[in-house]
Nanobody, 126 residues
Framework: QVQLVESGGGVEQAGGSLRLSCILS????????MGWFRQAPGKERDLVAG????????WYEDSVKGRFTISRDNDKKVAYLQMNNLELEDTAEYYC???????????????????WGQGSQVTVSS
């Protein structure tokens, strides 16, 4: 059974940086495309970054382009979201997600993901 465990959230000032990590267990990591979603209070959960199974392809939502970087280490079974130049609007619960590459290659679509982490709160203060 696939399980995702996140770490690395917290409180950071605007302009600062945080890195989220996500460890996958229960299956072969390279079988999955990986994504990071976020959900602010009263809003829907949105995909903000995705990476394909090999790491060769990445996708970013417009508001995080140039500030966030998604990456993965297939040997360590870990996906990362490096968040730089944080803005107040980045405050949200962040969720790691995995989607089987045999189900969908469209790692830039929210519908490609079927497994979720527990969530990690990121709060950006002024």
């Amino acid at each position: 059974q696939v399980q995702l465990v996140e770490s690395g959230g917290g409180v950071e000032q605007a302009g600062g940086s945080l890195r989220l990590s996500c460890i996958l267990s229960g299956d072969t990591f390279s079988n999955f495309n990986m994504g990071w979603f976020r959900q602010a209070p009263g809003k829907e959960r949105d995909l903000v970054a995705g990476i394909n199974w090999s790491g060769a392809g990445t996708w970013y939502e417009d508001s995080v382009k140039g500030r966030f970087t998604i990456s993965r280490d297939n040997d360590k079974k870990v996906a990362y979201l490096q968040m730089n130049n944080l803005e107040l609007e980045d405050t949200a619960e962040y969720y790691c997600a995995a989607g089987s590459r045999y189900y969908s290659q469209s790692y830039w679509l929210a519908t490609a993901y079927g497994y979720w982490g527990q969530g990690s709160q990121v709060t950006v203060s002024s």
